[in-house]
């Protein structure tokens, strides 16, 4: 009979062996990212870019953009923290420019001192702490090229937005505000003029998947937020783009909705193959 230490042995080296093929593959794509080796496009049609949701959604964006003749669409992400995610934006946003030569305008909101304290069961208290992922605005400020930062609390930054940046409008969303209370109020900034949105807006929200620990749910958190965002909203809906689901290669493929302002000026304008025949 083989005794703990032996089987640990065994596990870890069946799972050594397991992770080498993936292992190796995961380094010749950070490799392929990092030299920036092939087009934009072929990097991310491999999955090889850092962060694949962002690129996703900015990248379909532009291309909807494109169809229905804007020259320019704005992104916005919803929790800053140390500014990553909006140097990634301003990189993707420039390789994206090159090819459909559409710009891309990135804002950034943040509290700026971290999360707020959670307000009750519906922001996860047990997952998620006052003060997490707090940020050094100063540094965010100095490592941005054109990203615009927009520090303070979302119901107050919220309320003039539009009006203080009349963005060009909006195609892709990073909702990464972790909790319930904050995702419900940005949501709330899609009731504002369909003009500043294109009429399907892709999304991204992080904290839908989780582990053991977070147990996300259709009854807290960010999923809670859209399931009352859809419920409370008859023309403007947040749906899941079943073509990713059906694929489920990734994560973040279960992590995708699309925004559709079924009122908007161009929402049935056509952008299909034309002269679609069965020969």
Same mark, same amino acid.
């Given at each position: 009979?083989?005794?703990?230490?032996?089987?640990?042995?065994?596990?870890?080296?069946?799972?050594?062996?397991?992770?080498?093929? +993936?292992?190796?593959?995961?380094?010749?794509?950070?490799?392929?990212?990092?030299?920036?080796?092939?087009?934009?496009?072929?990097?991310?049609?491999?999955? $090889?870019?850092?962060?694949?949701?962002?690129?996703?959604?900015?990248?379909? %964006? $532009?291309?909807? $953009?494109?169809?229905?003749?804007?020259?320019? /669409? +704005?992104?916005?992400?919803? #929790?800053?923290?140390?500014?990553?995610?909006?140097?990634?934006?301003?990189?993707?946003? *420039?390789?994206?420019?090159?090819?459909?030569?559409?710009?891309? @305008?990135?804002? #950034?909101?943040?509290? #700026?001192?971290?999360?707020?304290?959670?307000? @009750? &069961?519906?922001?996860?208290?047990?997952?998620?702490?006052?003060?997490?992922?707090?940020?050094?605005?100063?540094?965010?400020?100095?490592?941005?090229?054109? %990203?615009?930062?927009? /520090?303070?609390?979302? *119901? +107050?930054?919220?309320?003039?937005?539009? +009006?203080? &940046?009349?963005? %060009?409008?909006?195609?892709?969303?990073?909702?990464?505000?972790?909790?319930?209370?904050? !995702?419900?109020?940005?949501? =709330?900034?899609?009731?504002?003029? !369909?003009?500043?949105?294109?009429?399907?807006? &892709?999304?991204?929200? @992080? @904290?839908?998947?989780?582990?053991?620990?977070?147990?996300?749910?259709?009854? !807290?958190?960010?999923?809670?937020?859209?399931?009352?965002?859809?419920?409370?909203?008859?023309? /403007?809906?947040?749906?899941?783009?079943?073509?990713?689901?059906?694929?489920?290669? *990734?994560?973040?493929?279960?992590?995708?909705?699309?925004?559709?302002?079924?009122?908007?000026?161009? &929402?049935? =304008?056509?952008?299909?193959?034309?002269?679609?025949?069965?020969?």
């Amino acid at each position: 009979m083989q005794n703990n230490s032996q089987l640990n042995f065994i596990h870890k080296s069946i799972l050594s062996l397991l992770n080498i093929k +993936s292992k190796m593959k995961k380094r010749l794509k950070r490799l392929i990212d990092k030299k920036k080796i092939g087009s934009f496009e072929f990097r991310m049609k491999i999955n $090889a870019l850092e962060r694949m949701n962002y690129a996703y959604i900015c990248y379909n %964006a $532009a291309k909807l $953009a494109k169809k229905l003749d804007y020259d320019r /669409i +704005s992104v916005i992400e919803y #929790g800053v923290a140390a500014g990553r995610g909006l140097l990634v934006l301003e990189e993707y946003a *420039e390789e994206i420019k090159k090819l459909l030569n559409i710009k891309i @305008d990135i804002y #950034g909101f943040d509290l #700026g001192t971290g999360l707020p304290k959670p307000k @009750d &069961y519906r922001d996860l208290p047990y997952h998620w702490k006052e003060g997490f992922y707090s940020m050094n605005e100063q540094n965010v400020r100095s490592i941005l090229k054109h %990203a615009n930062l927009i /520090i303070g609390n979302i *119901e +107050s930054t919220s309320k003039d937005f539009f +009006s203080k &940046y009349n963005p %060009a409008p909006i195609g892709a969303i990073i909702h990464d505000f972790d909790l319930y209370s904050s !995702t419900k109020i940005a949501l =709330s900034m899609l009731k504002a003029d !369909t003009k500043f949105f294109l009429p399907r807006v &892709y999304c991204y929200f @992080d @904290d839908t998947i989780g582990a053991e620990i977070e147990l996300y749910n259709d009854f !807290t958190g960010e999923r809670l937020a859209i399931n009352e965002f859809n419920s409370q909203n008859e023309n /403007i809906k947040l749906s899941a783009p079943y073509h990713l689901l059906a694929e489920a290669n *990734e994560i973040w493929h279960h992590q995708i909705w699309i925004c559709h302002f079924f009122k908007h000026k161009k &929402y049935n =304008s056509f952008i299909s193959r034309p002269n679609q025949q069965i020969n």
